[in-house]
């Protein structure tokens, strides 16, 4: 079988190996508990229900415009202006198949083979990926100093007459971490004078903290949105918990949004008629939906942060957004597929091995999961790595005995 080079590039995912280990396990009647889950356990929002099966009673479901339908993209533009004070033209939108199918369009749209783009480690998995679909290399920076805070002259140095773009994803998945408002205004200010993109993946925008708020990029520019180098993804996957409706848009100059269309024409045509139906319903109903779903996402990050504080030897930063965070366990081994994979058979908690974001000897707990569900995890994953725990626990009516790794 003939396999192209550049589909041999592409990364396999230990995590989707751990998911299936778990769920054979589950299959069997294991308790196991899941830290894995990039989307929030909530129901989508009424008026997104609603407003797709009035388009399925309708039985019309047919191709929309590529780029989406005119009354989603206004519900699009309604939302970027509440929350950005930006007013875009229809002609600056697209609509997608989710955010990831906008940020894979931005990237096939502005890359040439060997374009260089900027990824601030720990980055979400797909960023390297994707530019190596697009025939682009990835340059990973790392923040030396250890935190989850990337830093401007480490981005800056890293920078080449070949970068073309910098991808920023804050709230940051996996880490959890906000990016200051310092840190935004200089990538701000340096791409648009040096003509470099900036892809603001803006997908976790609106889950943040303790009253934080993160800082969107269109704040530190006077350009409009067709001279600006700001590209602004977003989606209703996490904001609404709606990842299993694919809807995610990209905001950028009309000349990229028309690329981005023949691109997206060429591949998917139109995103799906009910989900788009579903994702204009969520826009134009109560947002009380969101905070109340970022309130018990706070809730369950506090009950975390709490447990996690008992474990001695690992370190880690409280999350200040997101549904991640990004605990340093090295102190238990470097390999962190290993260590996974040590949780997944002792503890039974199945988590992601942070090599994956760039940072080996780490591990992603998410917490979208039930509150004592998020604490049960913990202390079995303490029991598993205390060398000084009895050898044998009971959970339920499970004997669960620790092998020292
Ligand atoms: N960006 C980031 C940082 C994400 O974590 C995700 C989903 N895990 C996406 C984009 C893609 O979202 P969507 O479901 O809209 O494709």
């Known amino acids: 079988m003939s396999i192209s080079q550049l589909a041999r590039e592409i990364k396999e995912s230990p995590t989707l190996k751990l998911n299936e280990e778990a769920m054979l396990l589950k299959e069997r009647g294991e308790p196991v508990i899941n830290m894995t889950a990039g989307e929030p356990k909530n129901k989508a929002p009424i008026t997104a229900v609603l407003s797709s099966t009035a388009k399925l009673r309708e039985g019309d479901v047919k191709y929309t415009p590529v780029d989406g339908t005119r009354a989603l993209k206004k519900a699009i533009i309604r939302y970027t202006e509440e929350t950005y004070g930006r007013m875009p033209a229809p002609e600056n939108v697209i609509v997608s198949t989710g955010a990831k199918q ?3 369009n931005v990237l096939f749209s502005i890359l040439n083979p060997q374009d260089e783009v900027i990824i601030l480690a720990p980055y979400w998995v797909s960023y390297p990926e994707m530019v190596k679909m697009c025939y682009g290399l990835p340059v990973i920076v790392t923040p030396e ?31 959890g971490a906000v990016f200051s408002e310092d840190l935004i205004a200089d990538l701000v200010e340096f791409c648009e004078g040096r003509g470099i993109y900036l892809i603001m993946d803006d997908i976790y925008q609106k889950l943040v903290f303790d009253g934080r708020r993160a800082v969107p990029g269109y704040a530190y520019t006077d350009r409009d949105i067709e001279n600006t180098h700001l590209i602004v993804i977003n989606g209703v996957s996490k904001l609404y918990g709606m990842t299993g409706f694919r809807i995610g848009w990209a905001i950028a100059n009309r000349k990229l949004v028309e690329v981005m269309t023949n691109v997206q024409a060429q591949t998917t045509s139109s995103p799906p008629a009910v989900s788009q139906a579903a994702a204009e319903g969520a826009l134009t109903g109560m947002q009380s939906v969101t905070e109340n779903l970022r309130l018990s996402i706070q809730n369950n990050r506090d009950i975390l942060v709490n447990e996690l504080r008992t474990f001695t030897d690992i370190h880690f930063h409280k999350p200040e957004g997101t549904f991640y965070c990004l605990p340093d366990f090295r102190a238990y081994g470097s390999s962190s597929v290993e260590l996974a994979r040590f949780l997944l058979k002792k503890a039974l908690v199945v988590t992601v091995p942070g090599g994956e974001f760039g940072m080996e000897g780490y591990i992603r707990l998410s917490f979208t999961g039930a509150a004592k569900e998020i604490s049960e995890a913990v202390n079995r994953m303490k029991w598993a790595l205390d060398p000084n725990a009895p050898n044998e626990i009971y959970i339920g009516d499970r004997k669960m005995v620790r092998d020292w790794m």
Not at 156 to 172: G, M
């Open 145 to 175: 100093d250890g935190s989850f805070q990337p830093r401007f002259d480490e981005i800056e140095q890293a920078v080449s007459s070949y970068t073309k773009a910098i991808i920023v994803n804050s709230p940051n998945n996996p880490s």
């Open 102 to 104: 906008s940020l894979y």
